[in-house]
């Protein structure tokens, strides 16, 4: 049985696009697997809370993510040589 899980800022999606995830990735599933998957295909939106995860040793929060934090929107991650 194919599975996805996707993981989104809780809040940030409503309804009509958890639904095109979901049937998108459905979709994609099925063109790699054949019709045979449509049935077993399951695909999870899951929310996380603010401030519930985090990438290079920075909590993300739906600011950083919408870019209201320095760098773009992007979390100060270090390129190769610096801390």
């Known amino acids: 049985m194919p ?3 996707f993981k989104v800022p809780a809040g940030t ?16 599933y099925v063109e790699i697997y054949g019709e ?7 695909v999870l939106v899951e929310e ?10 920075q909590v993300l929060t739906l600011a950083v993510l919408q870019g209201g934090a320095e760098g ?4 100060d991650v270090p390129t190769e040589g610096e801390e």
């Open 3 to 5: 599975f996805a899980n």
């Open 13 to 28: 999606l409503d309804a009509e696009q958890k639904e095109k995830i979901i049937h998108r990735t459905t979709e994609l």
């Open 36 to 42: 045979r998957a449509r049935g077993g295909t399951m």
């Open 72 to 75: 773009g929107g992007r979390p």
């Open 48 to 57: 996380v809370a603010d401030g519930g995860w985090g990438i290079a040793d």
